[in-house]
T-cell receptor, first 112, second 119 residues
C-alpha cells in the first residue's frame, strides 16, 4: 500500500457526461501528479500541483481540469466525455516537487 | 525532451532464475533520475528502485538492482531469483531533478515490458 488513495476505483459513464476523480496524497506529501494510462498512448503525464498551486501541465485536454485543495487532496474533473477518454487514471504524490512519486491504485474509467 | 525506450515487449523467465529488463533513455539534462515501477495485473503502480544520474554506485533494493551505464544511457533492471509474483508489467521512467533548473518533474515512461515467470 503506497499510502495514496483514489476514489472511485471504477467508474462507468456515458459520452458527454462529466466525472470527478479524487486523490488523497500520502501524509506529508505536498506534490500531486495526475497520469493517464491507455492502451494506445501508454502512461502520460497530465498535470502537477504543488502545495495548492499548479506547477506543470502535460498532455491534458481542455475538457479536463484539476485542482489541489488546502488539505492537499486533489480532484481531476473530466467533462464532455468521449469514448477515447476510457483509461486508467493515476494520481501520484511526492514529498516535494522532485521526490520519488508513489502511485495510488488508480481509477478505471469506462465511457460508453 | 526526454525519451525512454524499452525494446522488449514481453519476456519469460524460469522461476528462481535472474532476468534483465532493458531500458535506454535520451535526455539533454545533466542531472536526472531513473525509476522502475511494477504494474501487476491488478493495475496498481509499485515503485521498485531509483537511480540518480550522479550516483556512483548502482542502486539495489532487495532482489532488484539497477545496472546503470551512463555513457551508454542505459538503466537495466535486474531481478534476481525470480518468483511467480514477479509476473507483471515493468516500466522504466525518467525524471529531471531539481538541479536541472526550473521546470516540471513529471515522469516520462517507456512502453513497458511484460514479464512472465514460469514455474
Amino acid at each position: 500500500d503506497s499510502g495514496v488513495t483514489q476514489t472511485p476505483k471504477h467508474l462507468i459513464t456515458a459520452t458527454g457526461q462529466r466525472v470527478t476523480l479524487r486523490c488523497s496524497p500520502r501524509s506529508g506529501d505536498l506534490s500531486v501528479y495526475w497520469y493517464q494510462q491507455s492502451l494506445d498512448q501508454g502512461l502520460q503525464f497530465l498535470i502537477q500541483y504543488y502545495n495548492g498551486e499548479e506547477r506543470a501541465k502535460g498532455n491534458i485536454l481542455e475538457r479536463f481540469s484539476a485542482q489541489q485543495f488546502p488539505d492537499l487532496h486533489s480532484e481531476l474533473n473530466l467533462s464532455s466525455l468521449e469514448l477515447g477518454d476510457s483509461a486508467l487514471y493515476f494520481c501520484a504524490s511526492s514529498v516535494d516537487r522532485a521526490g520519488t512519486q508513489y502511485f495510488g491504485p488508480g481509477t478505471r474509467l469506462l465511457v460508453l | 525532451a526526454q525519451k525512454i525506450t524499452q525494446t522488449q515487449p514481453g519476456m519469460f523467465v524460469q522461476e528462481k532464475e535472474a532476468v534483465t529488463l532493458d531500458c535506454t533513455y535520451d535526455t539533454s539534462d545533466q542531472s536526472y533520475g531513473l525509476f522502475w515501477y511494477k504494474q501487476p495485473s491488478s493495475g496498481e503502480m509499485i515503485f521498485l528502485i531509483y537511480q540518480g544520474s550522479y550516483d556512483e554506485q548502482n542502486a539495489t533494493e532487495g532482489r532488484y538492482s539497477l545496472n546503470f551505464q551512463k555513457a551508454r544511457k542505459s538503466a537495466n533492471l535486474v531481478i534476481s531469483a525470480s518468483q511467480l509474483g514477479d509476473s507483471a508489467m515493468y516500466f522504466c521512467a525518467m525524471r529531471r531533478t531539481l538541479y536541472s533548473g526550473a521546470g516540471s518533474y513529471q515522469l516520462t515512461f517507456g512502453k513497458g515490458t511484460k514479464l512472465s515467470v514460469i514455474p
